[in-house]
């Protein structure tokens, strides 16, 4: 049997809305993302187990990994070996942290190495944001991109190969909070404005322009100064129990700023040292989270989707 691995992602890191992705890997080791387990089989075969499994469709015909397997057969390998495939559903549904995108990402992945089709990069990820789109009702590429690709990625079907790894500081870590319950994706898209003002829209693509520069020169303090989400976030906020607080209460603990991962709830603390770090992760157990939550100290993912050994 082989097993492949998908990281979480933070959907728009704050601010690069639909554009900008990372992957996380926690510090203390844990894989936090989907495993797809994949062997040879007489016959097709899936499964969905894992903590979170019974948060998804009992008939396998509506899970998303299950389609993804169906549709490979059917239009992309369809001389593939009878496979049995499970899903090892480890990240909550409708938690900010890509967690569809993951499920996509690791199906697509162990079925590409499984039947030996060596699909282009480009191939990979826009057949993985087709079915992103089954979830979030468009192709939004800022989950799917740093989930397969992994570290920080700017990503857009304009961008050539459809991703461009930007740098990241050595000191950044990234605090993750799980509040425990779910906010649909469609409902926090639906809360977003239909239009932007032109001062909007200009404020907007200076901020990214300026910001993924700044990387690029690795200028990565005057970049965190520029990290900040005037898009998504004063619409989201609002439908996220404790978010208000957290906004004011995690920068007096050393946070350099606090967002929203993805559509959330999961909110995330960037932070330059690890004292900082985990002072922001024992406030947010604290007050943040609940018996169903979590929250992890991470830094980027730089492997993305892997086999596991």
Not at 10 to 20: E, Q, T, W
Request: proline letters at 5%; one cysteine or more.
């Amino acid at each position: 049997m082989r097993k492949f691995f998908a990281p979480a992602s933070i959907g728009n890191f704050c601010v690069g809305f639909d554009s900008l992705g990372a992957a996380l890997a926690p510090t203390d080791g844990q894989l936090l993302g989907d495993i797809v387990h994949i062997e040879e089989a007489v016959q097709d075969e899936f499964k969905c187990i894992g903590e979170y499994a019974g948060k998804l469709p009992s008939n396998q015909e509506d899970n998303l990994a299950y389609q993804c397997l169906a549709h490979f057969r059917a239009n992309v390998k369809s001389d593939m070996p009878c496979v049995s495939l499970t899903l090892e559903k480890r990240l909550p549904i409708g938690s900010g942290l890509g967690s569809s995108a993951c499920s996509v990402v690791a199906t697509f992945a162990a079925l590409n190495a499984y039947s030996g089709t060596e699909l282009s990069q480009i191939q990979m990820i826009e057949l993985m944001a087709d079915f992103e789109a089954k979830v979030s009702g468009a192709r939004h590429y800022d989950n799917i991109t740093p989930c397969y690709l992994g570290g920080l990625q700017l990503t857009s079907e304009i961008v050539p190969d459809r991703a461009l790894s930007m740098p990241t500081a050595s000191d950044w870590y990234i605090v993750v909070a799980f509040p425990g319950f779910a906010l649909n994706t469609a409902k926090a898209r639906a809360v977003l404005p239909d239009s932007l003002k032109l001062g909007q829209s200009v404020e907007f693509a200076q901020r990214l322009a300026a910001y993924t520069t700044l990387l690029q020169q690795q200028r990565f303090n005057d970049a965190i100064k520029l990290m900040q989400d005037n898009i998504a976030e004063p619409s989201r906020a609002p439908l996220i129990k404790g978010y208000a607080e957290a906004k004011l209460s995690l920068p007096e603990l050393g946070a350099s700023l606090v967002s929203i991962s993805g559509a959330g709830p999961t909110l995330f603390a960037l932070c330059t040292s690890e004292v900082s770090a985990t002072r922001c992760q024992e406030w947010l157990n604290t007050h943040y989270i609940n018996e169903s939550g979590f929250s992890h100290i991470c830094k980027f993912d730089n492997q993305g989707t892997r086999e596991l050994a």
